[in-house]
């Protein structure tokens, strides 16, 4: 169980132009996904917290309004990247969080690459 | 400040345990730590989940002294697939911070 998806697993796309990244829980109903961002050889980065329902809480430096999040149901989230340029291309990882008993856990969907030429 | 960190990276033979540390001073008292595996161009894949002590499943140990400040993941006799990148992730009240990632290579 615990299984959660993105789509696209890849694109491109040229400067200027905005792309959707949808991320879903396929097995489970998550009140909360989260949403990072990898460059090559790095960390996975925090970009912003999505709550069912309600507007989603972003770290500090990532900019709302160019990254669009909407988590409209239990099991969707979707990121929408405007305006897209070259420094956006990254990879880009979503996760839904679900609480246990005596724990909180999140699953990470298998990423989305962003290629921005 | 929240703050993860652990080694950039670790070198292995076939068979041996391998332990990997991760520093995480300002975690708060009820938060938890994970421990995941990263294959290139995939998602993280949980290995492990603690709060205190001593933690086992079938694939790894992972322990936290009482002052969790630091955790220790252990790897019982690797293997070459085990080569990847291990991330901890510090819950510091829900402001999750991955540590840099520890590039674990397993040479035969």
């Known amino acids: 169980g615990a299984v959660v998806s993105q789509h696209p697993s890849w694109v491109i796309c040229k400067s200027g132009t905005s792309v959707k990244i949808e991320c879903r829980s396929l097995d489970f109903q998550a009140t909360t996904m989260f949403w990072y961002r990898q460059f090559p050889k790095q960390s996975l980065m925090l970009m912003a917290t999505?709550?069912?329902?309600?507007?989603?809480?972003?770290e500090q430096g990532v900019e709302k309004d160019k990254f669009l999040i909407n988590h409209a149901s239990l099991t969707l989230s979707t990121l929408t990247v405007t305006s897209a340029h070259p420094e956006d291309s990254s990879f880009y990882i979503c996760?839904?969080?679900?609480?246990?008993?005596?724990?909180?856990?999140?699953?990470f969907g298998p990423g989305t690459r962003l290629t921005v030429t | 400040l929240a703050k993860t960190t652990q080694p950039i990276s670790m070198d292995s033979y076939e068979g041996q345990e391998v332990n990997i540390t991760c520093s995480h001073n300002n975690i708060a008292t009820n938060d938890y730590i994970t421990w995941y595996q990263q294959f290139p161009s995939q998602g993280p894949r949980f290995i492990i989940q603690g709060y205190k002590t001593k933690v086992t499943n079938e694939v790894a140990s992972l322990f936290i002294p009482a002052d969790r400040k630091s955790s220790t993941l252990s790897l019982p006799r690797v293997s070459l697939s085990d080569t990847a990148v291990y991330y901890c992730?510090?819950?510091?009240?829900?402001?999750?911070?991955f540590g840099p990632g520890t590039r674990l290579s397993v040479l035969p």
């Open positions: 992730l510090a819950d510091y009240g829900q402001n999750f911070v």
């Open positions: 996760s839904a969080g679900r609480a246990g008993a005596n724990s909180y856990e999140q699953y």
């Open positions: 999505s709550n069912e329902g309600s507007k989603a809480t972003y």
